[in-house]
Structure formats: structure tokens, C-alpha cells
């Protein structure tokens, strides 16, 4: 397309897009405040979490923590416990650690530029372009993958969601899309545009706001682009899960704040080859009778897990709790608590009676 052709494409997209958002945009609680600060807290937030799990707890967080500086302040293990329920504790640990910074080197704001953004820890390209647009009006594209697929169908761009040169034809258009007055409502034009209509499959294409605009609709291949990702080849841990009780409580344990499932909780657990073994010897003793099985996949892994019935005394890492479902726990721990008790509800039920043929 000729660069004239271009610019006015990318005009008549922008003018759907903003008219788009004015008029039907999702009503988010951070999007009725104007402070960086907030805007900031739930980009972080809604990394790799859902909207529907960040919006409840945007509100609360801000409540203990209403600025940089009460951030700064905080120690690490208040911020994580704040955390809770939001998944990946290391964002949260970035984001005391940034918090920290500012108060340190930026006199305790927000630096107005993506690329300084990018310098605090925690902050990506497409977090710190968001931030950049949407709290101060900077001219940068928050590309992610609600964007690269609604400009992949708009464009009818080929090769794969990952491909480099896929990339770079989506970050040049997006880049035209945003040099304008108000490059934030055009990033969340886009966010919810992908969100809503011009969903991975069965996007509502007769209501889009793009669709006269749209290559792949009129081609009648909308979900052709962009091309799938090549699924990687999973891998496989052997999980071995202790099952303490002590009355009516159950133990728990908390995960370290690095690694998979990051600071929440979950049965006392070894992993690896050899986990029921590496579990005795943690407890101190063999473990007892197993009481369920769980399989749970992950994107890069599928996981076999095995419960045990087990005593052991508790540390510093550990808690009882009388209900641990009511504990941040992580989806395999609470698939084995769940697990374990229905095989106790089984268990106890009475006998059924068969009758004596006659």
C-alpha cells in the first residue's frame, strides 16, 4: 500500500477504533482514575491474569497501599500477602522493589518515558508502552497479543503469532495507529476490541467496528490469522504430596517467591524422580497410604501427582489451616486437597446393601 494509502487506512482505523472505545468500553475500575500510579498497579496486575480476577482486588490493593510511598515503605512480605489470589508473587516483588527505586532516584513518581519505564524492574515493552500512552499521552503502541491479532485480520498479515517479521509489519501499523491526540484510548480500543469481539475463535465479525476495514473478513478467514503458534513439546514432574492433620486442621506450606507457583501454598510436597522417597525424607519418615492421584497440565508441563497420608511437625514455612481451600493455593494443590477429600466422603459412606439372590 502506498504510504498516502496508508495514512489515511490508518486514520479511518483510528476514527473506528476511538468511536469504538468512547462509546462501548468495558467498565474497568482503573480506568476511572487518571493517577500513573494506579494506572501502573494494574498493568502489573493484569499481567498474565484475567480482568475478572484483577478488577476485585485493584481496589483493595490500593487501599493498603494508596501511593509510591506507602509501596516503598511496606516490607516485601506485606506486599506478597496483599498479593495473594493474583498468581506469579514475583510481580509483586517487583513492584516493591520498583516502588523503592522511585522513591530513591525519581523522587517518588513514575518517569513519563517508555524507555525509563523500562529500566524498573518488572516493567516489559508492552507494560511500559501502556503506562506511557495511556498515563501520560506518549505516542507508543502496547503491543500484545489482543493487539497482533486484531492488526493481523485488519491487515491479513501472514506467519505466525511469534514470527519476527509478523511482529515488526504489526508494531509499524500500530505505531501509525498511535500518533495521534489520545494514543491511550487507542491502545485500549485495541486491548478491548481483542477482548471482546475479535476473540481467538468465534470472533463477532458482523459487529466489529473494523469490519469494512477488515482483510481476512472479506477473504472469509478471520481466524486464519494470525498462523497458530508451533505447540511446544511438554515436559513431566512426578509431584509426591503429604496430607497432615492434626484435629480438624490441615498443614500447608508456602512455596518460595521464586519459581513455579511462587509464594502460595499448597501440602507439604518433594518433586522429581524420586518424590515420594525425597518426601520421606523430608518428613522424617515414610509416608503413609496413598490417598489420590492428580494430573494437571501446564503450558510447558504436565504434572503427576501423588497424595499421601502423613505426620510431621510444622516449621516456620508452614500453617494449619482448618479449612485449606480458603488458602491462595495453587490449582494442583487444590485439585489434591479436593481430591483427597472426596475420597474421604467415599470412604465413609455407608455400605450399600446387596440383596441375596434368591
Given at each position: 500500500?502506498?504510504?498516502?494509502?496508508?495514512?489515511?487506512?490508518?486514520?479511518g482505523i483510528r476514527r473506528a477504533l476511538l468511536s469504538f472505545y468512547r462509546r462501548s468500553r468495558r467498565d474497568l475500575p482503573w480506568r476511572k482514575r487518571r493517577d500513573p500510579y494506579a494506572i501502573w498497579i494494574?498493568?502489573?496486575?493484569?499481567?498474565?491474569?484475567?480482568?475478572?480476577t484483577v478488577a476485585p482486588r485493584f481496589e483493595e490493593f490500593l487501599g493498603r497501599f494508596p501511593d509510591i510511598a506507602s509501596l516503598a515503605r511496606a516490607d516485601e512480605e506485606a506486599v506478597c500477602e496483599a498479593?495473594?489470589?493474583?498468581?506469579?508473587?514475583?510481580?509483586?516483588?517487583?513492584?516493591?522493589?520498583?516502588?523503592?527505586?522511585?522513591?530513591?532516584?525519581?523522587?517518588?513518581?513514575?518517569?513519563?518515558?517508555?524507555?525509563?519505564?523500562?529500566?524498573?524492574?518488572?516493567?516489559?515493552?508492552?507494560?511500559?508502552?501502556?503506562?506511557?500512552?495511556?498515563?501520560?499521552?506518549?505516542?507508543?503502541?502496547?503491543?500484545?497479543?489482543?493487539?497482533?491479532?486484531?492488526?493481523?485480520?485488519?491487515?491479513?498479515?501472514?506467519?505466525?503469532?511469534?514470527?519476527?517479521?509478523?511482529?515488526?509489519?504489526?508494531?509499524?501499523?500500530?505505531?501509525?495507529?498511535?500518533?495521534?491526540?489520545?494514543?491511550?484510548?487507542?491502545n485500549q480500543s485495541l486491548m478491548d476490541l481483542g477482548a471482546t469481539l475479535c476473540r481467538p475463535e468465534s470472533p463477532l465479525c458482523a459487529t466489529c467496528p473494523l469490519g469494512r476495514f477488515c482483510l481476512a473478513?472479506?477473504?472469509?478467514?478471520?481466524?486464519?490469522?494470525?498462523?497458530?503458534?508451533?505447540?511446544?513439546?511438554?515436559?513431566?514432574?512426578?509431584?509426591?504430596?503429604?496430607?497432615?492433620?492434626?484435629?480438624?486442621?490441615?498443614?500447608?506450606?508456602?512455596?518460595?517467591?521464586?519459581?513455579?507457583?511462587?509464594?502460595?501454598?499448597?501440602?507439604?510436597?518433594?518433586?522429581?524422580?524420586?518424590?515420594?522417597?525425597?518426601?520421606?525424607?523430608?518428613?522424617?519418615?515414610?509416608?503413609?497410604?496413598?490417598?489420590?492421584?492428580?494430573?494437571?497440565?501446564?503450558?510447558?508441563?504436565?504434572?503427576?501427582?501423588?497424595?499421601?497420608?502423613?505426620?510431621?511437625?510444622?516449621?516456620?514455612?508452614?500453617?494449619?489451616?482448618?479449612?485449606?481451600?480458603?488458602?491462595?493455593?495453587?490449582?494442583?494443590?487444590?485439585?489434591?486437597?479436593?481430591?483427597?477429600?472426596?475420597?474421604?466422603?467415599?470412604?465413609?459412606?455407608?455400605?450399600?446393601?446387596?440383596?441375596?439372590?434368591?
Amino acid at each position: 500500500m502506498e504510504p498516502k494509502r496508508e495514512r489515511t487506512a490508518a486514520a479511518g482505523i483510528r476514527r473506528a477504533l476511538l468511536s469504538f472505545y468512547r462509546r462501548s468500553r468495558r467498565d474497568l475500575p482503573w480506568r476511572k482514575r487518571r493517577d500513573p500510579y494506579a494506572i501502573w498497579i494494574s498493568e502489573v496486575m493484569l499481567q498474565q491474569t484475567q480482568v475478572a480476577t484483577v478488577a476485585p482486588r485493584f481496589e483493595e490493593f490500593l487501599g493498603r497501599f494508596p501511593d509510591i510511598a506507602s509501596l516503598a515503605r511496606a516490607d516485601e512480605e506485606a506486599v506478597c500477602e496483599a498479593w495473594a489470589g493474583l498468581g506469579y508473587y514475583r510481580r509483586a516483588r517487583h513492584l516493591h522493589r520498583a516502588a523503592r527505586t522511585l522513591v530513591e532516584r525519581f523522587d517518588g513518581r513514575l518517569p513519563v518515558v517508555k524507555q525509563e519505564l523500562r529500566k524498573l524492574p518488572g516493567i516489559g515493552d508492552y507494560t511500559a508502552a501502556a503506562i506511557a500512552s495511556i498515563a501520560f499521552g506518549e505516542r507508543e503502541a502496547a503491543v500484545d497479543g489482543n493487539l497482533v491479532r486484531v492488526l493481523a485480520r485488519v491487515f491479513a498479515l501472514p506467519g505466525r503469532a511469534s514470527d519476527p517479521a509478523l511482529m515488526a509489519s504489526v508494531r509499524e501499523r500500530a505505531k501509525r495507529l498511535v500518533d495521534c491526540e489520545s494514543p491511550g484510548e487507542v491502545n485500549q480500543s485495541l486491548m478491548d476490541l481483542g477482548a471482546t469481539l475479535c476473540r481467538p475463535e468465534s470472533p463477532l465479525c458482523a459487529t466489529c467496528p473494523l469490519g469494512r476495514f477488515c482483510l481476512a473478513r472479506k477473504l472469509g478467514r478471520a481466524t486464519a490469522y494470525p498462523g497458530k503458534k508451533q505447540k511446544a513439546r511438554r515436559g513431566f514432574l512426578r509431584v509426591a504430596f503429604a496430607f497432615v492433620e492434626h484435629g480438624s486442621k490441615v498443614l500447608l506450606e508456602r512455596r518460595p517467591l521464586d519459581g513455579l507457583w511462587a509464594g502460595l501454598w499448597e501440602l507439604p510436597s518433594a518433586s522429581g524422580p524420586r518424590a515420594r522417597r525425597d518426601l520421606g525424607l523430608r518428613l522424617g519418615q515414610e509416608p503413609g497410604p496413598l490417598l489420590a492421584r492428580v494430573t494437571h497440565d501446564l503450558t510447558h508441563l504436565r504434572v503427576h501427582a501423588n497424595v499421601y497420608r502423613a505426620a510431621t511437625r510444622s516449621n516456620s514455612r508452614q500453617r494449619w489451616w482448618s479449612d485449606p481451600l480458603e488458602a491462595p493455593l495453587s490449582s494442583l494443590a487444590r485439585k489434591a486437597i479436593v481430591a483427597v477429600q472426596d475420597h474421604a466422603a467415599t470412604s465413609q459412606r455407608p455400605p450399600r446393601h446387596r440383596r441375596t439372590p434368591r
